[in-house]
């Protein structure tokens, strides 16, 4: 029935075909409204509760409620392990493809997927996206005033630099590695082994020498750190997406500049994809394609209302950048597979020494 049908209904219509036509266009409404009503959608995350992405899940959650048909009751289960892959897994192998299934493995089940990782029994290809509540992203690196790096060719210049980290293959690492590896960094030393409450008060310590942290982490935790200029130095940034620039950081050299080669530049990229892929929100493979339009149109609408922005930025302290679910799916697909540049980056975050340039 197209759209307009209703403009062909005249008064010397039969009241029998005019009542058809409207339950034939009220039909699909009603099925949607139906399907939902009353029933419960479960999100699964890959994480531990209690820390911040349960907080970021938590506050899309309440809106993606809001405006889902029926409004169906929304709990979380936690699945957490192998840096998202064990809930993923369960999404792509185990869980029912219809619509009451929602997952948020972390931001670790793409990055494993490309590079080939142990234990990945998913295809991302196959999932359906539903929206990330971040795209934007600034990691920065900095050392401890007190060790004298004051300039990038005295941080070149030094032997066995001690970076923290949390443990290996954690976001912070890999970037901490991805400075080191850049910056030209001589035989640096890598700490990984800290909570992440705990890296900070290490460095100002003299327990590390330097290490990567997000931007936006020292503007609202350690604003000290900027505006005492006695603290830290800033060395380099990476921008996500390139182009996008802190307000805070605005002269900080991009990480990008220091690249040698278009491999290089490449792994940069990859690094920066991982981080636009954000948290992704997805659905299993074979959910019914109206569900599938009817869940990213509750999630299209939940990253557009503005309470949504309150609400996140009150839970988490940060401030929403939503990734739709049509450009999520296209950031996925997007995501540099060359077999060269996963190689680079294998060795980039994993525990040996860093690639050779």
Not at 222 to 246: C, M, Q, S, Y
Not at 248 to 274: C, G, H, Q, W, Y
């Amino acid at each position: 029935m197209k759209p307009n049908t209703l403009q062909l209904i005249t008064p010397g219509m039969s009241a029998v075909f005019a009542a058809l036509v409207l339950c034939s266009m009220a039909a699909p409404a009603a099925a949607q409204l139906s399907f939902f009503q009353g029933k419960t959608v479960t999100i699964i995350q890959g994480r531990d509760p209690g820390g911040t992405g349960d907080l970021r899940t938590k506050a899309v959650a309440t809106f993606v409620q809001k405006y889902l048909p029926g409004n169906p009751t929304v709990i979380m289960e936690y699945m957490p392990g192998a840096g998202g892959r064990k809930a993923a897994n369960h999404l792509f192998r185990v869980a029912k493809p219809d619509g009451l299934t929602i997952g948020n493995p972390s931001i670790g089940m793409i990055s494993s997927a490309v590079l080939g990782e142990s234990g990945v029994q998913y295809d991302i290809d196959k999932f359906f996206y539903l929206g990330s509540p971040y795209s934007t992203y600034h990691a920065v690196f900095v050392s401890r005033k007190q060790a004298g790096f004051n300039s990038i060719e005295k941080l070149q210049a030094a032997t066995g630099i001690r970076i923290g980290a949390q443990s290996v293959g954690f976001v912070t690492y890999n970037e901490g590695r991805l400075f080191a590896y850049l910056l030209g960094l001589k035989n640096p030393r890598f700490v990984a082994a800290y909570g992440g409450a705990e890296i900070d008060p290490a460095l100002l310590r003299g327990e590390i020498d330097a290490r990567a942290t997000g931007a936006d982490t020292v503007t609202q935790r350690n604003r000290e750190w900027l505006e005492k200029g006695t603290i830290v130095d800033f060395h380099a940034i990476l921008e996500v997406p390139k182009g996008e620039k802190h307000p805070d950081f605005p002269k900080v050299p991009e990480i990008d500049t220091f690249a040698r080669s278009d491999l290089e530049r490449k792994v940069v990229n990859m690094a920066r994809a991982f981080r636009i892929a954000g948290t992704p929100f997805v659905l299993p493979p074979g959910t019914p394609k109206d569900r599938v339009e009817m869940i990213q149109g509750a999630f299209r609408k939940a990253f557009q209302d503005p309470e949504f922005f309150r609400e996140y930025k009150r839970l988490t302290g940060d401030e929403p950048t939503p990734l739709l679910p049509e450009l999520h799916d296209k950031a996925v697909r997007e995501i540099p597979r060359e077999p060269e540049v996963v190689e680079v980056f294998k060795k980039l975050v994993g525990a040996g020494p860093l690639p050779s340039r």
